[in-house]
């Protein structure tokens, strides 16, 4: 077995060999399998949330019920369907809030909605962009499952 002998102390700049090669580097793409991981917790907060969104419906719509002695079956989904639509508009997406104020209103003021989309959560300022799978569960995993319009209907048709 062959041993590699380091170059003389003298010699080697470190300087030169770490810090200098990385500011002239650009940042590589993301790795393959970086893209399948960040889709995997996605997938994962996605079907936490949901499984809690339902256990609330169900509970809340249980709530009702016994709060109003099982009067009428709209008032057991009606709490969780006006909840679940008031946290959507809450948790909204900074790039869907600033097109919907564009389309809304023209003459917004362009560096605010500019501001405003490079938000992922514009209801608290600064959140970090990790925090991504987590908005993603809560907007499509929590608030769908709380929001199931096909109890809705069904209690409506029955």
Known sequence: MRSVSPPPAEAVDLHAICIEP???????????????????????AISLFSSS??????????????AFDGSHGLFGVLPANLI?????GAL??????AA???SGAPEADAAALDAV??????IIRGTPTTWSA???????????????????NQVCTS
Do not use: N
């Not at 969104?53 to 016994?66: A, D, E, K």
């Not at 679940?84 to 959507?88: E, I, K, Q, W």
């Not at 989309?117 to 514009?122: F, T």
């Open 22 to 44: 990385r500011r002239r580097m650009p940042t590589p793409p993301p790795h393959p399998s970086c893209i399948s991981c960040h889709l995997v917790h996605e997938t994962i």
């Open 53 to 66: 969104g339902m256990l609330c419906r169900l509970l809340l719509g249980r709530g009702t019920q016994i």
């Open 84 to 88: 679940g639509c008031f946290l959507f």
């Open 92 to 97: 909204c997406d900074g790039k869907a809030l």
């Open 100 to 102: 919907t104020l564009r």
């Open 117 to 122: 989309s490079s938000e992922p959560l514009p």
């Open 134 to 152: 987590i908005l993603l569960g809560l907007r499509t995993g929590f608030c769908g499952s709380l929001t199931s319009y096909s109890s809705w």
